[in-house]
């Protein structure tokens, strides 16, 4: 995403546009990374040199929730029975054997499989820090920046979501009146410590990051709160302040599992939402991943303060985890982004109808969301809850990004004009993606990367080299 900037023109056979809904024909160019022209209604024969974009073109998609390496997880927790926390144990097993060769090849392989699915900018959750024991690398940074390196490598821009983890977990409650610590963290957890939220804050100040966080033009550091589990009461403050005085996001897990809800009710006497807002912690640069068991009070914090909630509902289905309640949360304020979290599949639009989807399952009644309001979480509520505000539509000013999803395939085949949107939202997969550009530049063409030349070898190798 760098170099001088040079025009480029395409042509959508169809394309979603702000406002405007699904239009045929329209002309598209961009100079740089940017958006200059969008115009409907502009015919074939018009449109001169432009590349023909065959199907429906719409924004670049936001991964707005990634741990890049729990894509060597798939396939191995689908086996057997369990929950989230013996799934927990399983991950902790590939986090112990990652370094950042390793994490390279493996992050890079994973974000190249998320630009064959559309997406154009990914949030990655980062608490992988330190090396075995918890014992620092030279550069204690050195794991940030390999997932810096791996999403520039893919073609994706990234927001490196640095995350304070600092216990193992809540404080039993028959202590909790006498002020009992949290509990330590464990063996597999030491490599995410940095002892306190003051340590976390001065190794992700040594990345420089310039207003908002932006460390590049493909490239922006936010901040994260593992969850009320990790990182205690007294220290979320700090990683918030941190966060406000660069402009930068700020992303939690929020309550993915009652059990965590019910160990800080007996902890702090309060839910996960109210201590996280008690510690400044909540806003509309603030995102909560995982918005899944809310209190109706909790709902109203969230949405009356602005903050995004990010569902992942494919990850929050294959853990058991629960429904939370996407519809009451958009209602009272909060935009919606989402995530593919653990990558048990990476597939934005099963993401996106996932919210519908699970609402039906959890209320009985059809079509809470729009088709487009699903897009939007796709695409502009990701970017903008990733920092990245001026991304995610298809207008003149915004990130030429884009996305093309073929209506020949055989899932799309009959799909009109009239309901292309409603057909891709709720019945496209990540294989009938064809193009995808980032900031103006091909990454994906004809369904192929081209910078990652062959995504299911490099998945396959990286995989089998942390596997062992
Ligand atoms: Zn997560």
């Known amino acids: 995403m760098t170099g001088p900037p040079a025009p480029r023109r395409w042509h959508a056979e169809l394309a979603w546009l702000p406002g405007h809904g699904v239009q045929p024909d329209v002309l598209i160019e961009a100079a740089g990374d940017t958006f200059s022209t969008v115009r409907a209604g502009v015919p074939r024969d018009a449109a001169g040199a432009a590349v023909r974009l065959n199907g429906l073109t719409l924004p670049g998609l936001a991964n707005a929730h990634s741990h890049a390496f729990h894509r060597a997880l798939r396939g191995i927790t689908q086996a057997g029975r369990g929950t989230f926390w013996t799934w927990r144990e399983r991950m902790y097993q590939v986090a112990a054997r990652l370094e950042p060769d390793s994490y390279l090849a493996l992050a890079r392989a994973a974000y190249a499989e998320m630009a064959l699915a559309g997406v154009t900018c990914v949030g990655e959750f980062h608490y992988l820090h330190h090396g075995p024991g918890g014992v620092p690398y030279a550069d204690p940074n050195a794991m940030g920046e390999t997932l810096l390196q791996a999403a520039a490598e893919a073609g994706l821009r990234i927001t490196l979501l640095d995350t304070c983890y600092l216990a193992g977990g809540l404080p039993a409650d028959d202590d909790a009146e006498a002020g009992a610590r949290p509990e330590p963290l464990s063996e597999p957890q030491l490599r995410f410590g940095d002892g306190d939220a003051d340590r976390w804050a001065a190794r992700v100040e040594a990345?420089?990051?310039?207003?908002?966080?932006?460390?590049?033009?493909?490239?922006?550091?936010?901040?994260?709160?593992?969850?009320?589990?990790?990182?205690?009461?007294?220290?979320?403050?700090?990683?918030?302040?941190?966060?406000?005085?660069?402009?930068?996001?700020?992303?939690?897990?929020?309550?993915?599992?009652?059990?965590?809800?019910?160990?800080?009710?007996?902890?702090?006497?309060?839910?996960?939402?109210?201590?996280?807002?008690?510690?400044?912690?909540?806003?509309?640069?603030?995102?909560?991943?995982?918005?899944?068991?809310?209190?109706?009070?909790?709902?109203?914090?969230?949405?009356?303060?602005?903050?995004?909630?990010?569902?992942?509902?494919?990850?929050?289905?294959?853990?058991?985890?629960?429904?939370?309640?996407?519809?009451?949360?958009?209602?009272?304020?909060?935009?919606?982004?989402?995530?593919?979290?653990?990558?048990?599949?990476?597939?934005?639009?099963?993401?996106?109808?996932?919210?519908?989807?699970?609402?039906?399952?959890?209320?009985?009644?059809?079509?809470?969301?729009?088709?487009?309001?699903?897009?939007?979480?796709?695409?502009?509520?990701?970017?903008?809850?990733?920092?990245?505000?001026?991304?995610?539509?298809?207008?003149?000013?915004?990130?030429?990004?884009?996305?093309?999803?073929?209506?020949?395939?055989?899932?799309?085949?009959?799909?009109?004009?009239?309901?292309?949107?409603?057909?891709?939202?709720?019945?496209?997969?990540?294989?009938?993606?064809?193009?995808?550009?980032?900031?103006?530049?091909?990454?994906?063409?004809?369904?192929?990367?081209?910078?990652?030349?062959?995504?299911?070898?490099?998945?396959?190798?990286?995989?089998?080299?942390?596997?062992?």
């Open 207 to 468: 990345l420089a990051p310039g207003p908002g966080g932006l460390l590049g033009p493909g490239a922006r550091l936010g901040a994260a709160i593992h969850s009320v589990r990790a990182v205690p009461r007294d220290q979320m403050p700090t990683v918030a302040a941190w966060a406000r005085r660069h402009g930068a996001p700020l992303h939690a897990h929020l309550s993915e599992q009652r059990a965590e809800n019910e160990a800080c009710e007996a902890a702090y006497g309060a839910t996960p939402a109210a201590v996280l807002d008690e510690a400044g912690a909540l806003g509309p640069r603030s995102t909560m991943v995982h918005a899944t068991h809310l209190t109706d009070a909790d709902v109203w914090l969230l949405g009356g303060s602005g903050t995004c909630a990010c569902f992942c509902p494919t990850t929050e289905a294959d853990l058991a985890d629960g429904i939370g309640p996407a519809r009451a949360l958009a209602s009272a304020g909060s935009p919606l982004s989402v995530g593919s979290d653990s990558h048990a599949v990476v597939d934005l639009f099963a993401e996106a109808r996932g919210i519908e989807l699970t609402q039906r399952l959890a209320t009985g009644q059809r079509g809470q969301f729009t088709a487009a309001e699903l897009a939007s979480a796709a695409t502009a509520a990701g970017h903008a809850c990733l920092g990245w505000p001026q991304a995610g539509q298809i207008a003149p000013g915004a990130l030429a990004d884009l996305v093309t999803v073929a209506l020949d395939t055989p899932r799309l085949a009959g799909a009109s004009a009239a309901t292309a949107l409603e057909s891709v939202v709720f019945a496209a997969t990540a294989a009938d993606v064809r193009h995808v550009v980032a900031g103006g530049r091909d990454v994906v063409r004809d369904g192929h990367h081209l910078l990652v030349p062959n995504v299911p070898a490099a998945l396959s190798a990286a995989i089998r080299a942390v596997l062992g």
